[in-house]
């Protein structure tokens, strides 16, 4: 991104693009939904990003959305520049580390992953990249807590070093990652006594789904084509240990091989991935679980169709698909049909209140970790295989709800070790707006960049405890904007993705 | 998972790592307890549904210590007769649940084996929705079973709807409202004890004529901290002699025991029993490791929860769903990979407990189904009945139970 203009240069491009695109829905009588703004910049920045600040949807409204879709999707992003002054960036573990990783797996705690997973979303600028690498991630889910050297090691080269490639390398690098193998018992199947947990999920949930058209018989010969696919149990590193591979022929839906022999086995695993990665009704699931993310909880079936065949044309690649579908007519028309899951609004919540990392997050991640946990979506921290539900309705229960009311006044307050505290006076500007009513209608549009519907305003101002036109000397403005802030991130208006 | 709290200020904490900790099983929800009120027909039971996800091995909680095949086939990891609390000549528990035996003398626990779905998926993802929303897999129905049969039942307007700690299960999902929460403790928005008032009045008013889930919940969660707040602001004391363990199953069903002995018509409740019950690898012997030691925590929590009902008990009905059995043969690795029929275990003043219910179908290789156990009782004809005899919805079964009609197995009174 460039440099970045003053803030209150970008408020006011912010409020002429807001009120010039924002068609604001709401109805006071009949149940509408929550009011969304339509302009398509600010849709397109909320839902390619972990939050829309003001100068990121400044930044994107000069550049135009399909530049800076462009940006985010080149090329192997840095990402340690987000994590510097962090105290996080010395974390990551090169693969070459994995043996010391695992003989010192009591010292890597999964929460430093989690940290630095939360801090690129929260502070880094490859937001669209971060955002694909959740999506991945959660794809090829892998409980974290308990290997969690194995899993960091997975993030990096697995997930992120894949993310912009093709689904197919990816699958293949999960299928000989340590994290994997171990989290679902690949790693002691042998020809003698198979393990199928690992067949089945790479079928069920890595590729061709349970409706894909495969029967118990092609679990088992997946599991038998598997075996031999293990971690070296000395280093922590893959290994391919050919006596523990079944050797004869092997068929799975419509692929086969003879089998035959035992020092080739890893090819034969190999093989398989690939056919299964390529497999029609896998390019069917990832690009539904695209069209899921970035457009609609009930993804339109043509735009399914058509990533499907996008993903299929460009070898597996990611990258065009994801392309494709930002581009379609049904993500220009999708504002408001996504909400925002506890992660993507915890971290937009930090965003928009302009937070910064205290120098010491590696050591106080703890307290964002144990935030996110308590929203009940922490990163690899969700234990079976399947991955974090993308729908509302899976988070849209009274406990999330009123765990986020709690983290809203939490995060306005400060009282997040490692979060820092809200600039006030950044947030109200200068000079501070002169009435209660007119400091509402201004962090409206910093923390959620629309005009507040009637009953929002008049809703945070009960909450302030205060009428629309009174008048506030600067000081009081600011001990009002903290009770407001904490209401318009606890609104329906905040939970728009 | 190692437990790091000892005490209950960090059971919230526990109950979050603990659901992220299940390893490898179905469905969205997290440990947690979930209870739902409504109006209810007088003379209803209170039923608890207690959730082993992960797909729960029938054959280590009771094994069939009279089966020669059994042995066979697990040679080791089974639990061997002179290991077994002996139920009948054929049935034994594992002896991690002692704590039920007293329930099981008493005539109020009561077991059925070999009992399964119809459909036979070993997928979780697939089997628990299906069981959760009580219709075949093909049957598309969006709601939960338990959620069919609250509002069939009738939704008295003005009564509380729903409560729950922790994510809501799927057999709760429809219309009957419901709230989830981590701990009557935690039910409260926490500002500053004078802003209380005016926040929860400010999130009223913006949630206000809003459509969608999210909304809903907000909703949902504003009338329950109304509602609820009486009994979060008192301490619970269970009943004298009770003691709970110190862990999330058993924090749960305290909070849920908090709230049936309160007297404000506690319906339903739901919660997961502890841990995964996803055992691939490493069983373990009956005398120790994963198999014993979860066993232990559910079996002492559980026993806990029933003394302290202690009357009212008589009108409780506590039922163990899982989504499959696992194969007969043990793995390369010391456990069990997925298969299908299990065990379900029943227990109430109004069980007619003692038994083992359901036809043992043999564990010879020629009397698997598929390498599993073949169940030879629907799990719908257990739930069934419950919903005929003690749930008040014998007339009913067909709306909470559309593709199958229930055979009693005269378990209920």
Known sequence: MPVEPSRRALLTTAVGGAVAGAAVVASARAEAAAPVATDPVLHAVRRLSYGATPSLVAHVRQVGVSAWVDQQ???SPDVSATLHGTGLASLPLPPEQAAMAMNAVQHYGITDLQAQTFARAAFGDNQLYELLVELFSNHLSIY????PAYKAVDDSQVIRKNVLGTFADMLAASAQSPAMLLYLNQAYSSGDNPNENYARELLELHTVGADGGYHQRDVHQAALTLTGLTVEPDTGVFQYRPEWHHVGPVRVMGWSHPNADRDRGLDVALSLIAYLAHHPRTAQRIATKVVRRLVSDSPPPSLVASSAAVYRANGTAIVPVVKHVISSREFQQSAGQKSQRPFEWFAQCVRVLGLTPSPDLAANGGAVVEALRELGQAPFAW????????????????????????????LVHGSIAGLGKPDVTTLLGTPAPATAGACVDRLALVLLGIRPRAALKRAVLTGAGLTAGRVLTPTQAQSAALPMAALLLSSPEALVR | MTPECQDLVCTRRRLLAGAGALGGLGALELAAPRMAFAATEARTDLLVVISLRGGADGLSLVPPVADADYYRARPGIAVHPSQALRLDRHFGLHPSLAPLMPF????????????????????????????????NLSNSTPTGWVDRLMVARGLRSGAFPALSVGSPPGTLRGTAPDLSLWSLADLRVQVPQADTARTELALHQMYDGVAGANAVAARETLDALRRL????????????GVRYPDDTFSFGLSQIAAVARAGIGLQVAALDAPGSWDMHEGLGAPGSGWMHDQLGTFARGLAAFLHDLGPLLSRTTVVTVSEFGRRVAQNGSGGVDHGHGSVMMVLGGGIVGGRVYGRWPGL??????????????????????LVARRLGGARVLKTVFPDHRPHELGLAR
């Not at chain 2, 707040?229 to 004298?240: F, G, I, Q, S």
Request: hydrophobic letters at 35%; zero cysteines; glycine letters at 8%.
């Open chain 1, 73 to 75: 999707l080149s090329g």
């Open chain 1, 144 to 147: 974290g807590p308990t290997f």
């Open chain 1, 383 to 410: 234990s079976p295989p399947n991955g974090y539900p993308d729908t509302a309705v899976a988070y849209a229960s009274t406990a999330t709800m009123l765990a986020r009311w709690n983290a809203a006044q939490a």
């Open chain 2, 104 to 135: 099981w003398r008493s005539r109020q626990l009561a077991v059925v084996h070999a009992v399964g779905d119809s459909d036979g998926t070993r997928s979780h993802f697939e089997a628990t929705d299906a069981m959760e929303r009580g219709v």
């Open chain 2, 229 to 240: 707040a009486p009994l979060r602001d008192k301490t619970y004391v269970p009943r004298a």
């Open chain 2, 364 to 385: 010879a290789p020629a009397q698997l189904d598929n390498g599993d156990l073949r169940p030879t009782t629907d799990y719908r004809d257990v739930l069934g009945e």
